[in-house]
């Protein structure tokens, strides 16, 4: 997908008239666009010029001066100068402390120099001056102008100040479809005048009006890099399965938000190009049932669907076998999965060949010998728990890249972790993005938090609560006992637990036997101990109770997920915050806020603009400027990159 405004913008553009010298000195400095340069803002600005007059009292100035008498006091390290002020006339003193050798010959008697520092005045001494610089020819040649100072490296500063008279017109700016009002503001901070350097210094740094212009490169740029990536490449397979009849056949009906992502789906696989969509939903929106409805989309090609944990592949392996009509053959994949017989599939295992028409496994996937012929989907699920590597290899395996013909399948993208809707914005420049906000149970879920004297009546709770044949899980910040943090850790609590409830089960999500654990408590199990590795995708219909410790240590969302695990099917569920810190604030509006898209713009106001990406795009903080609140700069930015592509 081509962007005329990245293309307006390169300095290999011949509009803008720049030198192989200087066109070969911004590649070796990383700078492609006049983009790039923009975002080299200066970290500030030194403006000298020369005294105009006497009553310019605490000002910087430069001022001409011949060198009288220079003294040097041993016992308390300065040096004292007296000089005269050739343009006007009288004697100013100048102090030096902690002077070195050298200083004597600089400031020796009868020479003229000119001097820049701050300009006072002594009640005994009269005009003064305190560590003075001596401005060598060049510097003087450049007072009365303003020098913009770079925080890089000398070579790149140099480069961008001779590329800035060429670049950095209005004219330009406009000409890469930089909204004029930003326009004027980028070219102040780049061809500044010294009404602009007075502002600077007297804010602290740039007003808003310039910050918002900065902002709107950097997510402008952004997206059209976004965009850029956004490949146009024909699909291995068009895809009309029937859906509608396996949605016939369900024993519940569908939310409207299932629906409209099915039918949009639907839609993508319809036509010859490849789609990616991303589908966000809040946890329990019932995610399985779209994903299967894909599948039979894409019948009689194959479906592959990428898990981050065996638990939660196991779990989608079961859901498939119970939803999916019979003729529809399955395969389970993990890294310990020896054995395939009993699977059916036409997948390729070493020299082994089952029938399969989909497969579902774990990273594992990435390292078996898979047939890789006939394949129309591939999926993965929780997908921000995968690197992007991770997902390009999922689809690069099932691509085809010949002489003659290129084709990739169609590729969809699951998460329970909703983001903000800015960042979603961003998403949609490079992937399709639908949300489902509607649940199929209605969870009524109560989140307290709770303190080390509300002890005993959490213990009663879930005394009462396993007495009636329901579950709880209590998570831990930690394995081991630590010295660092004031909370029992699993292996602390075991003992307690274990002397007061039967059927207690412990995971730490690093041991081996963690799926059977998870597997024996779901059946028999009254209390889980575990870290944060039930945050995803595990099922236990019957859990109603969780019991997070420390949880001003976790993000919101991840909270959010935990409080997932309860009430999936409509029971009645608790969560409390067992918490030792005394600022409650976030804990209590995150209590209070039980819908994932609300908790992601609460997450997203106390975590500003960190890496909320969680691995969508492995690139960190991608932003100096531009902050993920700035949404009327996004939708701006969004909307002229949209006109040119």
Known sequence: MKNKILEYASLENAYFGLTKNELKSAQENDLKSLFDVLLCAPKGYEYKEFLKSLDSINSEVCVRVQIIECKKNYAKSYMKITAYMLDFSCNIELIVFHPKP????????????????????????????????????????NIN?????FKTTPSKTKTIKALIPKLITLENLLYCKIPQHYAKELVSIFVPDTKFVGEFKANGGFTKKHTDSLKFIEIFRHIMLLQGKRLECKANFVCNG???????????????????????????????????????????????????????????????????????????????????????????????????????????????????????????????????????????????????????????????????????????????????????????????????????????ITTSIIHRNDFKTLLSHLKSETDSKRQAIIVYPLIEESEHIDYLSIAEGKEFWCKHFDNVYVTSGKDKQKESILEEFKQKGKILLATTVVEVGISLPHLSTIVIVAPERLGLATLHQLRGRVSRNGLKGYCFLYTNAQNTQRLEKFAHTTNGFEIAELDLHYRNSGDLLSGSRQSGNEFEFFDYKDKEILESATQIANEHI
Not at 127 to 140: D, G, S
Not at 145 to 149: A, G, R
Not at 313 to 331: N, R
Request: proline fraction near 4%; aromatic fraction near 8%.
């Open 102 to 141: 050298f200083m004597m010959h600089i400031f020796a008697p009868h020479k003229q120099c000119v001097i820049y520092g701050k300009l006072t005045h002594d009640r005994n001494a009269g005009l003064c001056m305190i560590q003075p610089k001596i401005l060598t020819e060049n510097a003087v040649q």
């Open 242 to 444: 029937d859906y509608k009849a396996f949605i016939d056949s369900l024993p519940f009906k569908l939310t409207q938000g299932q629906n409209q992502a099915i039918q949009t789906i639907a839609n993508d696989l319809s036509q010859d190009l490849a789609s990616r969509r991303l589908i966000m939903g809040d946890v329990g929106c019932g995610k399985t049932i779209v994903i299967l409805s894909a599948v039979m989309m894409a019948y009689p090609k194959k479906s592959v669907l990428m898990a981050p944990t065996s638990v939660l592949a196991k779990q989608l392996y079961e859901e498939a076998k119970k939803f999916l009509p019979d003729f529809i053959k399955i395969a389970f994949v993990t890294g310990q999965t020896k054995d395939f017989k009993g699977q059916e599939s036409t997948t390729l295992f070493g020299n082994q060949k089952i029938p399969a028409d989909f497969i579902i496994g774990t990273q594992a996937l990435l390292y078996r010998d898979l047939d890789l012929s006939d394949c129309a989907l591939i999926m993965s699920d929780e997908q921000h728990r995968f690197g992007a590597n991770q997902r390009y290899k999922l689809e690069k395996m099932f691509s085809t890249n010949t002489f003659l013909t290129s084709s990739k399948p169609h590729s969809l993208q699951f998460s329970a972790t909703p983001i903000p809707r800015t960042m979603a914005m961003i998403n949609s420049q490079y992937i399709n993005v639908s949300t489902i906000t509607d649940l199929p149970f209605k969870k009524d």
């Open 145 to 149: 102008t303003i020098d913009l100072k």
